[in-house]
T-cell receptor, first 116, second 115 residues
């Protein structure tokens, strides 16, 4: 079945530092890939997505590129802010031809804390 | 507009009791999903509705768990004979359809504690 593996946290950075959170996946076919974020006290929100190989998703200064050859979708940001402190989840959705179409499969989450 | 809402926000119940968790999706969204999130883990899929029917219930852990969506809008997740291992945050999400073109919008969750 499908699975997502994220780098273990927590990750602690100083403001303006460079961020990478690694994500790799196992899936058949051509899944779509997502990063969700959960800010303290709030629900899950979509941060960015990519639906085919070599696509780059971007939002709020965050980027991730769908790499089929390495089955990866690493999240990056050039300069983090205190307000980026949250839990980040990598996820995939199976393609329309598969049995896992529709549902999201999540990684375990990475806690990011950014200090001033 | 209103987002996905879930009630109650917190539910404490005794082992062996029956509970119902409610989800009100965004108006007009035909797809509805239930997930379960244990502490320190990512959400795990339970069931997916397209309209009134369960398109995929492969994530329901056992026959104590059941979900309905009788009119294609509100959904109820029902858990019989609750066990301490059922304690988790239950998340509901809705989207305009099942394809990846449509974003899944998540509700705030119901925190279930079984004592």
């Amino acid at each position: 079945g499908n699975s997502v593996t994220q780098m273990e946290g927590p990750v602690t950075l100083s403001e303006e530092a460079f961020l990478t959170i690694n994500c790799t996946y196992t899936a058949t076919g051509y899944p779509s890939l997502f990063w969700y974020v959960q800010y303290p006290g709030e629900g899950l929100q979509l941060l960015l997505k990519a639906t085919k190989a070599d696509d780059k998703g971007s939002n709020k200064g965050f980027e991730a590129t769908y790499r089929k050859e390495t089955t990866s979708f690493h999240l990056e940001k050039g300069s983090v802010q205190v307000s980026d402190s949250a839990v980040y989840f990598c996820a995939l959705k199976g393609d329309a031809g598969g049995t896992s179409y529709g549902k999201l499969t999540f990684g375990q989450g990475t806690i990011l804390t950014v200090h001033p | 507009g209103a987002g996905v809402s879930q009630t109650p926000s917190n539910k404490v119940t005794e082992k062996g009791k029956y509970v119902e968790l409610r989800c009100d999706p965004i108006s007009g969204h035909t797809a509805l999903y239930w997930y379960r999130q244990s502490l320190g883990q990512g959400p795990e899929f339970l069931i997916y509705f397209q309209g009134t029917g369960a398109a995929d219930d492969s994530g329901l852990p056992n026959d104590r768990f059941f979900a309905v969506r009788p009119e294609g809008s509100v959904s109820t997740l029902k858990i019989q004979r609750t066990e301490r291992g059922d304690s988790a945050v239950y998340l509901c999400a809705s989207s305009q359809g099942g394809s990846s073109s449509y974003e899944q919008y998540f509700g705030p969750g119901t925190r279930l504690t079984v004592t």
